[in-house]
Nanobody
Framework: QVQLVESGGGLVQAGGSLRLSCAAS????????LGWFRQAPGKEREFVGV????????SLGESVKGRFTISRDNAKNTVYLQMSSLKPDDTAVYYC?????????????????WGQGTQVTVSS
């Protein structure tokens, strides 16, 4: 069956950096756009970014643009979220998700599969 497994979360100080990974199995990885989302306590899930099937296109949410970026390694079935200049407001559970239907890049799409999430905590 399809599995998406996030890793790399942890506790960091404000201004620090962290790289999250999402390893996929049970699907043809290159056929899917890979998105990142986050959810903080008491808040709705927020779009962070998405990367195209080939890795040639990226869309990032306004709150993270200039600080975060996404990359993927299709040979390893893994997508990454590189986070820099972290702020306490970035504290959330971060999820990856796979979209095998969309042919444009951006938020608001329906995703087929979701990971279990990894906690990122940014202290002040």
């Amino acid at each position: 069956q399809v599995q998406l497994v996030e890793s790399g979360g942890g506790l960091v100080q404000a201004g620090g950096s962290l790289r999250l990974s999402c390893a996929a199995s049970g699907l043809t990885f290159s056929n899917y756009q890979l998105g990142w989302f986050r959810q903080a306590p008491g808040k709705e899930r927020e779009f962070v970014g998405v990367i195209s099937r080939s890795g040639g296109g990226i869309s990032l949410g306004e709150s993270v643009k200039g600080r975060f970026t996404i990359s993927r390694d299709n040979a390893k079935n893994t997508v990454y979220l590189q986070m820099s200049s972290l702020k306490p407001d970035d504290t959330a559970v971060y999820y990856c998700a796979a979209d095998g239907t969309s042919w444009t890049i951006g938020p608001g799409r329906k995703y087929d599969y979701w990971g279990q999430g990894t906690q990122v905590t940014v202290s002040s």
